[in-house]
T-cell receptor, first 110, second 115 residues
Framework: QKEVEQNSGPLSVPEGAIASLNCTYS??????FFWYRQYSGKSPELIMS????GDKEDGRFTAQLNKASQYVSLLIRDSQPSDSATYLC??????????FGAGTRLAVHP | DGGITQSPKYLFRKEGQNVTLSCEQN?????MYWYRQDPGQGLRLIYY???????QKGDIAEGYSVSREKKESFPLTVTSAQKNPTAFYLC??????????????FGEGSRLTVL
């Protein structure tokens, strides 16, 4: 079992819709979770972090965390073509190392 | 502007050759990291360094070597022992403590192709 798992996609949504990206992790002791966005051929950039169960909202982005079920999700409201990218879920593991999932490719079509 | 500079952006290597990828940062960050990215596999940690003159192996260190003689620089050498080196290599840095917030700053990457 991979430590951080994501559906590779592509996830295709129409412009204006809600995109829902999911991530599961194996280490029940993990406390810190992050979402990075990576445009094709570019480097990742941090867009959201979440540490407590529940929802955290930042603009059009909402991160959701459920530690009991060991999953993290990212919702993107009012999706725009500029949101088309690969979204990487990351979990802070031992020795303060970030463990990344394989990423989910999101395609927002007009 | 502050940031992380990786070079070269594209690199071609013949089998059996060693190559060195450069990573320089002017963010005054203590910690630096090297990741490898392959299609469908996300980012995998090769080596990391939290202070000058000290570094640790990550999950896939075999066939790679690093040095950290200066705070600003963390070069990665891909040796001939690395059996499948074709990949996208990303260097990152973080200030002390910010790794806890997940805040890694990435360079633009180096794409290595073995001919």
């Amino acid at each position: 079992q991979k430590e951080v798992e994501q559906n590779s996609g592509p996830l295709s949504v129409p412009e204006g819709a809600i995109a829902s990206l999911n991530c599961t992790y194996s280490d029940r002791g993990s406390q810190s979770f992050f979402w990075y966005r990576q445009y094709s051929g570019k480097s990742p950039e941090l867009i959201m972090s979440i540490y407590s169960n529940g929802d955290k909202e930042d603009g059009r982005f909402t991160a959701q965390l459920n530690k009991a079920s060991q999953y993290v999700s990212l919702l993107i409201r009012d999706s725009q073509p500029s949101d088309s990218a690969t979204y990487l879920c990351a979990v802070l593991g031992g020795y303060n190392k970030l463990i990344f999932g394989a990423g989910t490719r999101l395609a927002v079509h007009p | 502007d502050g940031g992380i500079t990786q070079s070269p952006k594209y690199l071609f290597r013949k089998e059996g050759q060693n190559v060195t990828l450069s990573c320089e940062q002017n963010l005054n960050h203590d910690a630096m990291y090297w990741y490898r990215q392959d299609p469908g596999q996300g980012l995998r940690l090769i080596y990391y360094s939290q202070i000058v003159n000290d570094f640790q192996k990550g999950d896939i260190a075999e066939g790679y070597s690093v040095s950290r003689e200066k705070k600003e620089s963390f070069p990665l050498t891909v040796t001939s022992a690395q059996k499948n080196p074709t990949a996208f290599y990303l260097c990152a840095s973080s200030a002390t403590g910010t790794v806890l917030t997940g805040e890694l700053f990435f360079g633009e990457g180096s794409r290595l192709t073995v001919l």
